[in-house]
């Protein structure tokens, strides 16, 4: 059953444990399944990163306060608000690169 799970501890990390199969650098040993996940529609570039990273971030701060004050309001309102912010300040940015 476990088999076919792939398992990567960090980037670059060694880690093989027994009965699973680990994903290298190398993409020559990744089997037919794999495949479809190494193509370049599935990867992000740099701006759609950061953009993950700063939502992740903002939704971890709204769910802590939205935690500690046991309110859904709190954490929708404080999401909202951190994520408004950080497309106004620029650090979202929604939108590629016009190509002229």
Known sequence: ML???HVRFGVGAGVKLPGLHHISG???DAGPADSHAHSKENRLNAR???NLIHVS???LLAAILGGLLQ???IFLITSAILIADAVYGGDIRPGG???Q
């Open 48 to 50: 759609q990163k950061l």
């Open 71 to 73: 309110s859904w309001a």
């Open 26 to 28: 190398n993409t020559a």
């Open 97 to 99: 690169r016009r190509r």
């Open 57 to 59: 971030g903002a939704l």
């Open 3 to 5: 088999g076919n799970l």
